[in-house]
Nanobody, 121 residues
Framework: VQLVEAGGGSVQAGGSLRLSCAAA????????MGWFRQVSGKEREWVAA???????YYANFVKGRFIISRDWIKNTLDLALNELKSEDTAMYFC????????????????WGQGTQVTVSS
């Protein structure tokens, strides 16, 4: 499985960005996909995910601000980042794995290379 992210960049606090992830390889509709982020020097943390059922799940710190969406035909996973805060600054990673492991243990089976999001206050 190959995951390629795009769409990161720099934005002022309160602004918006849209991240996209293109998946290729042995990925199917039963696979769960999600987004993680990592601040330099800190552990990677789960941000949001879409399960094979189509339900979306969010970490509390992004709930109401970020929107995750998945296109099963195109095999893409997008993340709309709204009302950005300086603490959202991080490297964002697309991932494929088990939904519960992503949400509870911050783990996944496959990772993209990451895209940087920088929010200035």
């Amino acid at each position: 499985v190959q995951l390629v992210e795009a769409g990161g960049g720099s934005v002022q606090a309160g602004g918006s960005l849209r991240l996209s992830c293109a998946a290729a390889g042995s990925i199917s509709g039963v696979d769960d996909m999600g987004w993680f982020r990592q601040v330099s020097g800190k552990e990677r943390e789960w941000v949001a995910a879409v399960g094979s059922s189509g339900n979306a799940y969010y970490a509390n710190f992004v709930k109401g601000r970020f929107i995750i969406s998945r296109d099963w035909i195109k095999n893409t996973l997008d993340l709309a980042l709204n009302e950005l805060k300086s603490e959202d600054t991080a490297m964002y990673f697309c991932a494929v794995g088990d939904l519960s492991r992503m949400m509870v243990r911050d783990e996944a089976d496959y990772w993209g290379q990451g895209t940087q999001v920088t929010v200035s206050s």
